[in-house]
């Protein structure tokens, strides 16, 4: 079955209907071949011996069967080795089944400890890892990995590139594949770096509660390797075998402290899936597809089975869906409805004119002015047309994006051996996931202490904490930045950093960095619609669309990319608005002022009056 006709079906291909020439409905099976696993399981026996310059490793395998690979275990996630295997059948006379494969395993998660090498049906297995060039690792145990097993047909295809995203120590790819409800069994790199490792982790957009989120289904160690004396190896392919049911995939490569990884095209393969079905006559057939409401059917040839593999067939393919001529170019999400309930929005004190340039599904990441004066589960947006909400749906990403503050270092005259940072941020309340800076300093141990300036009722101040880390930065350390991780949305918009120097010199600080998560509003309009934002209503309930029953179809739409004009304020600030814990005063102090008043008067009325004087 081609991409463009699982594309218009349904995932689990329900609607699918086959008819021959006369009419009538034809039975058909789907067939979805899948590799079929492999044994792995433990060594029988396993031993190990330290050498001068190695470390062997003799175990017993305990299958009957061929063998392809070993895995091995160790505690030890900082090192890399070159390794050789031997197999014997009887532990004394040794061949030569591999040599020179790298094995490593390093802090960031990056690992690759098994060793592959031609099938042998060899009772014993010598490793041998050369520790001539690093000390020697420890190494606990192995897996032994049967070559039986039945591989399944595949195809590659491009994943167009459509989204590169550097947050701190990681990229982030947005994937297009073109096509829905793919099965997914692999995704493939394609970088010109010479020498790498990276641990690589894959996402699609999913569906959870009231929003969609990024939902993870698979991961691996993607490298190119050389040690020392031996050709260069690599891997440049991560395992999914996933039904990827969005037309989206998000990559995310782990690059720690090292510069972000090349990658210059993706490429995934798929599962292929055949449509069998048993043609009385010959003739024409016809399939049809995408018909959102219909039942799964059931025919009488899926009751027993039907063993596919014992039955000849002959291949019959199939064109991609083709339009008829009275085609026409269908509305994008027919189904779903671009006005909703009205809205009385008095309650609402900012709006924004939303700008869009094409009709269609649209997205809108929310800016600064927005951040700041929605709620924090933005519980308050609202998109409007006219007097009438346009449903929407929250889409929250791993995108970080970046602020760069106003830093002054204000230490304290009273306590030199204290350094302080004020760090002045362009919004009040803006939801600050990150703060990162980075140092001169060759060489220092630091508790740093990350805190806001509030004020309670009463008018006093006090220190809010956000985040507390200690700091130890040596000569060897290539990375000099520093990350501060927080987890509220702030309530000002001033941070103070701040260290105890002991007895040392102070520490330099450079280069700050705040970083907030990235939040797309996605619904569907019209270009001349005229659009509002509305946002900054804190006591309104949440939305309840039904837009979330069609959350696939806009996820599978071409997002139009809207924008938000100027900031208009609807209504000023009321004295109550002032209220939340940690601004203030004004309730209390006009409280506190009414009741001296009232006393005043009391005492007034209670004092003895003065008698007349006698003339």
Not at 95 to 122: E, K, M, V
Not at 461 to 466: F, G, N
Not at 561 to 567: D, G, N, Q, R, Y
């Given at each position: 079955?081609?991409?463009?006709?699982?594309?218009?079906?349904?995932?689990?291909?329900?609607?699918?209907?086959?008819?021959?020439?006369?009419?009538?409905?034809?039975?058909?099976?789907?067939?979805?071949?899948?590799?079929?696993?492999?044994?792995?399981?433990?060594?029988?026996?396993?031993?190990?011996?330290?050498?001068?310059?190695?470390?062997?490793?003799?175990?017993?395998?305990?299958?009957?069967?061929?063998?392809?690979?070993?895995?091995?275990?160790?505690?030890?996630?900082?090192?890399?080795?070159?390794?050789?295997?031997?197999?014997?059948?009887?532990?004394?006379?040794?061949?030569?089944?591999?040599?020179?494969?790298?094995?490593?395993?390093?802090?960031?998660?990056?690992?690759?400890?098994?060793?592959?090498?031609?099938?042998?049906?060899?009772?014993?297995?010598?490793?041998?890892?050369?520790?001539?060039?690093?000390?020697?690792?420890?190494?606990?145990?192995?897996?032994?990995?049967?070559?039986?097993?039945?591989?399944?047909?595949?195809?590659?295809?491009?994943?167009?590139?459509?989204?590169?995203?550097?947050?701190?120590?990681?990229?982030?790819?947005?994937?297009?594949?073109?096509?829905?409800?793919?099965?997914?069994?692999?995704?493939?790199?394609?970088?010109?770096?010479?020498?790498?490792?990276?641990?690589?982790?894959?996402?699609?957009?999913?569906?959870?509660?009231?929003?969609?989120?990024?939902?993870?289904?698979?991961?691996?160690?993607?490298?190119?390797?050389?040690?020392?004396?031996?050709?260069?190896?690599?891997?440049?392919?991560?395992?999914?075998?996933?039904?990827?049911?969005?037309?989206?995939?998000?990559?995310?490569?782990?690059?720690?402290?090292?510069?972000?990884?090349?990658?210059?095209?993706?490429?995934?393969?798929?599962?292929?899936?055949?449509?069998?079905?048993?043609?009385?006559?010959?003739?024409?057939?016809?399939?049809?597809?995408?018909?959102?409401?219909?039942?799964?059917?059931?025919?009488?040839?899926?009751?027993?089975?039907?063993?596919?593999?014992?039955?000849?067939?002959?291949?019959?393919?199939?064109?991609?869906?083709?339009?008829?001529?009275?085609?026409?170019?269908?509305?994008?999400?027919?189904?779903?409805?671009?006005?909703?309930?009205?809205?009385?929005?008095?309650?609402?004190?900012?709006?924004?004119?939303?700008?869009?340039?094409?009709?269609?599904?649209?997205?809108?990441?929310?800016d600064l002015d927005v951040l700041a004066s929605a709620r924090p589960d933005f519980a308050d947006l609202r998109v409007l047309r006219g007097g009438n909400q346009v449903p929407y749906i929250i889409q929250r990403t791993s995108i970080?994006?970046?602020?760069?503050?106003?830093?002054?270092?204000?230490?304290?005259?009273?306590?030199?051996?204290?350094?302080?940072?004020?760090?002045?941020?362009?919004?009040?309340?803006?939801?600050?996931?990150?703060?990162?800076?980075?140092?001169?300093?060759?060489?220092?141990?630091?508790?740093?202490?990350?805190?806001?300036?509030?004020?309670?009722?009463?008018?006093?101040?006090?220190?809010?904490?956000?985040?507390?880390?200690?700091?130890?930065?040596?000569?060897?350390?290539?990375?000099?930045?520093?990350?501060?991780?927080?987890?509220?949305?702030?309530?000002?918009?001033?941070?103070?950093?701040?260290?105890?120097?002991?007895?040392?010199?102070?520490?330099?600080?450079?280069?700050?960095?705040?970083?907030?998560?990235?939040?797309?509003?996605?619904?569907?309009?019209?270009?001349?619609?005229?659009?509002?934002?509305?946002?900054?209503?804190?006591?309104?309930?949440?939305?309840?669309?039904?837009?979330?029953?069609?959350?696939?179809?806009?996820?599978?739409?071409?997002?139009?990319?809207?924008?938000?004009?100027?900031?208009?304020?609807?209504k000023s600030s009321s004295w109550y608005e002032g209220q939340i814990p940690g601004r203030g005063g004004v309730l209390f102090w006009a409280i506190l002022g009414l009741v001296v008043i009232v006393l005043l008067v009391i005492i007034?009325r209670l004092l003895p009056k003065s008698e007349p004087p006698v003339s």
């Open positions: 079955m081609p991409v463009e006709t699982l594309d218009a079906a349904r995932p689990e291909l329900e609607d699918l209907r086959l008819y021959d020439a006369a009419g009538n409905e034809v039975p058909y099976l789907i067939d979805r071949p899948v590799p079929i696993a492999k044994v792995v399981q433990e060594a029988k026996s396993f031993q190990v011996s330290l050498n001068a310059n190695t470390t062997v490793i003799t175990l017993e395998t305990g299958v009957a069967q061929p063998l392809d690979g070993v895995t091995l275990e160790s505690p030890s996630t900082d090192f890399i080795k070159a390794v050789s295997v031997e197999s014997s059948d009887d532990g004394k006379l040794w061949q030569i089944s591999a040599q020179g494969q790298p094995i490593f395993h390093q802090p960031d998660g990056a690992s690759h400890l098994r060793i592959s090498f031609p099938p042998t049906s060899s009772k014993w297995l010598r490793i041998t890892v050369d520790d001539s060039r690093s000390p020697p690792v420890p190494f606990t145990g192995a897996l032994v990995h049967a070559a039986t097993g039945e591989t399944a047909p595949g195809e590659l295809i491009s994943a167009a590139i459509t989204e590169r995203d550097e947050n701190p120590g990681e990229t982030r790819l947005a994937l297009s594949l073109g096509a829905a409800n793919l099965s997914v069994a692999s995704v493939h790199l394609e970088t010109s770096e010479p020498l790498f490792m990276r641990q690589v982790s894959v996402a699609f957009p999913k569906m959870s509660e009231d929003s969609i989120r990024e939902e993870p289904i698979g991961q691996g160690t993607v490298y190119r390797v050389a040690v020392e004396g031996q050709p260069p190896s690599e891997n440049l392919s991560v395992p999914l075998e996933s039904l990827v049911e969005s037309r989206e995939l998000f990559l995310f490569v782990k690059n720690g402290d090292s510069r972000p990884l090349p990658i210059s095209a993706v490429r995934v393969e798929r599962r292929l899936v055949y449509l069998v079905f048993l043609a009385r006559q010959p003739g024409a057939y016809h399939l049809l597809t995408g018909n959102p409401h219909c039942d799964s059917p059931r025919y009488d040839l899926a009751a027993p089975g039907m063993n596919l593999k014992g039955v000849p067939v002959s291949p019959a393919k199939i064109p991609p869906p083709s339009n008829n001529p009275d085609f026409r170019a269908p509305e994008v999400l027919p189904g779903l409805e671009v006005t909703g309930a009205g809205l009385d929005v008095s309650g609402w004190k900012f709006r924004k004119p939303v700008i869009i340039s094409t009709g269609g599904a649209q997205q809108i990441e929310p970080s994006r970046e602020i760069a503050p106003s830093v002054t270092a204000t230490n304290d005259a009273k306590n030199p051996k204290l350094s302080r940072w004020t760090i002045k941020l362009p919004k009040s309340d803006l939801p600050i996931s990150r703060l990162t800076c980075v140092t001169r300093t060759p060489l220092f141990e630091r508790s740093m202490s990350l805190y806001e300036e509030l004020t309670d009722e009463r008018g006093g101040k006090y220190r809010q904490p956000l985040s507390s880390a200690t700091w130890t930065q040596t000569p060897e350390r290539q990375s000099k930045e520093f990350e501060l991780t927080l987890g509220d949305s702030l309530q000002s918009d001033t941070l103070f950093l701040e260290t105890d120097n002991g007895d040392n010199p102070p520490i330099e600080l450079e280069k700050f960095t705040a970083f907030y998560p990235a939040t797309r509003i996605l619904f569907k309009a019209k270009a001349d619609d005229g659009l509002f934002l509305y946002y900054g209503n804190p006591s309104v309930s949440p939305p309840s669309y039904d837009l979330s029953l069609v959350a696939g179809q806009l996820l599978s739409a071409e997002k139009n990319v809207a924008s938000l004009s100027a900031e208009e304020q609807l007034s």
